[in-house]
């Protein structure tokens, strides 16, 4: 997540596969021009913004031929509370944007709200890391998962994925011997 110009070239020279654009820097066009040119994937964090915006920095990353984008919806508050997550956002994204990728960056505390989404049609989950939660030296350790966390994140999200099927209604080879 680069939050300044130069942080953008630095993260190419260390290698960046992409970006993560922050939820206050969804309006800051220089930035965006500078992420868009570099022809990296993006993942466009949405907090604290409204359709408008959203779709005014699609447009604008798109003016610079990078299509890499995957809209991640978002609620910018640490702990989100599960009454401010509005997973039902996902479907405007999906409905307006019909040909990006749909993700969540997601503050809430523990996986509850994860699962829902990828059942709604989200494909990428942002959620905050850390070795130790107990840690000083940042103000959100607190609030991330743990290495045991995020695994069993994994495995609930694949579950998910497998439940929600081919989407065809016909006669499955497990049904057969009943």
Not at 12 to 39: E, Q, Y
Not at 52 to 79: G, S
Request: charged share 25%.
């Amino acid at each position: 997540t680069p939050f300044d110009l130069d942080s953008v070239d630095m993260l190419v020279r260390i290698g960046a596969k992409g970006f993560k654009i922050a939820s206050c820097d969804l309006t800051n066009f220089p930035l965006l021009k500078k992420v868009a040119k570099k022809k990296l994937p993006i993942l466009l964090s949405t907090g604290a913004s409204n359709l408008q915006e959203v779709k005014d920095a699609v447009k604008y990353i798109k003016r610079f031929n990078n299509h890499k984008i995957c809209i991640m919806h978002c609620t910018l508050c640490y702990p989100t509370k599960p009454e401010d997550v509005n997973l039902s956002a996902i479907y405007q994204f999906k409905n307006e944007f019909k040909n990006e990728l749909i993700g969540l960056s997601d503050h809430t505390l523990g996986i509850d709200s994860t699962l829902p989404a990828v059942a709604l049609g989200v494909r990428v989950i942002e959620k905050h890391f850390t070795v130790n939660k107990k840690l000083k030296k940042s103000a959100d350790h607190w609030l991330s998962l743990d290495p045991k966390e995020l695994l069993s994140m994994r495995k609930k999200v694949d579950n998910v994925i497998l439940s929600i099927g081919h989407g065809g209604k016909k006669i499955l080879k497990s049904e057969y011997k009943t």
